[in-house]
């Protein structure tokens, strides 16, 4: 009874990082999520692009924390935080906590547009990534039935906005589905004939990454059929067009389907904290905080991942990258265990172990910070780092199986339209109103 409750509002990678790190004793630990599950989010558009399946990259928090009896989990949205009375209020009610870890990651970010976001879906949640697949499919079965040129040409328009490493790797996901694997599987339509529009504003792709991998990445996108546009602005999103901006003239490009992959911000909870500590955000919602990962003023508030604003050193910040939202966890917890014995704890120094997108098959590109590499050498590691990096040994195993399937046999998994109410409600909405017996064929 006289251990301190920790509650931590998120289980992405920093959150169940924290988790995990604090099971087996010396607090009592509340884990908070509005999803009973885990998403390995870097392999979110592997699933939107059918060549994963939800539960690859899925596992449920009880599965993962099964044998750490102190800490339980909660499936519930945290809406709102009292930090003087240290109670947070949840879809079910209030809970008491001593420390609160917020590792609510970040949300979308349409730039003030949000009318876009019916058009343009994002890619943070699994149910983005079904509906991005549910949206890839549809428009390539709607083609298959369409008649009209113009509109089957539509219809077989793809645009990605964001060459980001999430809209490089979309893109080259896209184009090889297209281009590749799904050629013969149709007969009114040959999917290779389909265009994908990958979107930038900056001059370059990938900005973050040096100068010799983003010309080798976007040389590897055209290679596979990809329209990288760079220098362009996206002015107006449609549910079949976008307007762009490009060395000063507007440019219309028809599509029915449209993918978001530019810009993020804060969580909803990270902007409730913030106001409710009179913490000032930056322009993205991220919350500054002190060396410890502690917010300035509430010493048991820790915000970690891609919400935090963290310095590594004099002029550098932690990137929003799954290994920083990791180690952060980790530290987290490793001071509160040292704190409870009466031990001090070093700052928190982020180890920088370097970016990668993958491209296409056959092809990445890396900068592991000491050497940079590119093409089927650096595919092959993103692969071997990204299945060493999913939770459990049983998904290490069937994301390596399904990728040698695919990698040898070329051939997608998971090309299941669901979610088409919409489609159902139509049909049923243009049948007769009554229908007799004698009317239903029998058997």
Known sequence: MDRPHVAIVGGGFGGLSAARELGGGGYDVTLLDQRNFHTFQPLLYQVAAGMLTTGDIATPYRLVLRGQDNVRVLMAGVRDIDPHRRTITHDRGELTYDILIAATGVQHSYFGMEQWSKHAPGLKTLEHALEMRRRIFRALELA?????????????????????????????????????????DYRSIDPRLSRIYLIEGAPQILPNMPEPLRKSAHASLEE??????????????????????????????????????????????????????????????????????????????????????????????????????????????????RRRRGKPIAAFRYRDQGCMAVVGRNHAVGDLRIFQVTGIVAWWLWALVHIRSLIQPEKQMRVFVQWAWRYF???????????????????????????????????
């Not at 039935?145 to 980001?164: C, K, P, Q, W, Y």
């Open 144 to 184: 298959e039935l369409e008649t009209d040129a113009s509109r089957r040409r539509t219809l077989m328009n793809f645009i990605v906005v964001g060459a980001g490493p999430t809209g490089v790797e979309l893109a080259g996901a896209l184009a090889e589905l297209t281009m590749r694997h799904m050629s013969g």
């Open 409 to 443: 046999s070329r051939q997608t998994g998971d090309r299941l339209i669901t979610g088409e109410r919409e489609m159902t409600t139509a049909a049923m909405s243009s049948a007769p109103a009554e229908t007799s017996a004698k009317q239903i064929p029998q058997a």
């Open 224 to 337: 596979l059929g990809v329209i990288v546009m760079t220098d362009t602005s996206v002015t107006a999103i449609e549910a079949d067009y976008v307007f762009c901006r490009r060395d000063g003239s507007s440019e219309r490009i028809d599509a029915s389907t449209i993918l978001w992959a530019a810009g993020v911000q804060a969580s909803g909870f990270g902007t409730v904290l913030a106001q409710r500590t009179g913490t000032v955000t930056d322009r993205s919602g991220r919350l500054p905080v002190n060396a410890d990962l502690s917010l300035a003023g509430f010493p048991e508030i820790f915000v970690i991942g891609d919400l935090a604003q963290c310095k590594n050193g004099v002029d550098k910040t932690v990137p929003g990258l799954a290994p920083a939202a990791i180690q952060m966890g980790r530290y987290v917890a490793h001071l509160l265990h």
